[in-house]
T-cell receptor, first 116, second 114 residues
């Protein structure tokens, strides 16, 4: 099966500019996650979708971050405006039914964002 | 607050040597426990997980981990390391009431010498 696809792989922008990341999960996977991984750290959950519904966005900085998952398939994560501290790798993951139902997460290769 | 500690930031072993990566968690109840591996420029891959039952868990690529409740630990082991095992290893926990909310440790970077 094709894995989780993310684009772009790299993005360099100036602070205060907007940026968007795209994720295509594994076909049939209902649950989609966005994580942020700062340098030298483990990933931190930003938002989780069950189909098209955001069921956990408690860690998403809502003043500048937004996300959507139209039709419960692809998802985009947007930052506007970007700040220097947003430099990180943004990882997308998907699972068939969510981890609690013994359905493992499959991660994409991530988008490395550099804000200058 | 729940947390995961990986005390070793960087470990170096010779190819063929045994390996143990440490993981300790702080949590009120027994959480779900995971080990992931991340190769450079790649996403994370699940090595193994523990939900309940047998405390010795077998995973992919010859890895195993043992859950020790008394020590709040979930250490990862491999009897003989291969050069291709060089990567970053992350321990993670998920609370039983919110199993999709993974909390990752800071990772251990494994370097393998020939």
């Amino acid at each position: 099966e094709a894995g989780v696809v993310q684009s772009p792989r790299y993005k360099i922008i100036e602070k205060k500019q907007p940026v968007a990341f795209w994720c295509n999960p594994i076909s049939g996977h209902n649950t989609l996650y966005w994580y942020r991984q700062n340098l030298g750290q483990g990933p931190e959950l930003l938002i989780r979708y069950e189909n098209e519904e955001a069921v956990d966005d408690s860690q998403l900085p809502k003043d500048r971050f937004s996300a959507e998952r139209l039709k419960g398939v692809d998802s985009t994560l947007k930052i506007q405006p970007a700040e220097l501290g947003d430099s990180a790798v943004y990882l997308c993951a998907s699972s068939l039914e969510g981890q609690g139902k013994n359905s493992p997460l499959h991660f994409g290769n991530g988008t490395r964002l550099t804000v200058t | 607050a729940q947390s995961v500690t990986q005390p070793d930031i960087h470990i170096t072993v010779s190819e063929g040597a045994s390996l143990e990566l440490r993981c300790n968690y702080s949590y009120g109840a027994t959480p779900y426990l995971f080990w992931y591996v991340q190769s450079p420029g790649q996403g994370l891959q699940l090595l193994l997980k523990y939900f309940s039952g047998d405390t010795l868990v077998q995973g992919i690529k010859g890895f195993e981990a043992e859950f020790k409740r008394s020590q709040s630990s979930f250490n990862l082991r491999k009897p003989s390391v291969h050069w291709s095992d060089a990567a970053e290893y992350f321990c993670a926990v998920a609370p039983p009431y919110n199993t999709d909310k993974l909390i990752f440790g800071t990772g251990t970077r494994l370097q393998v010498f020939p």
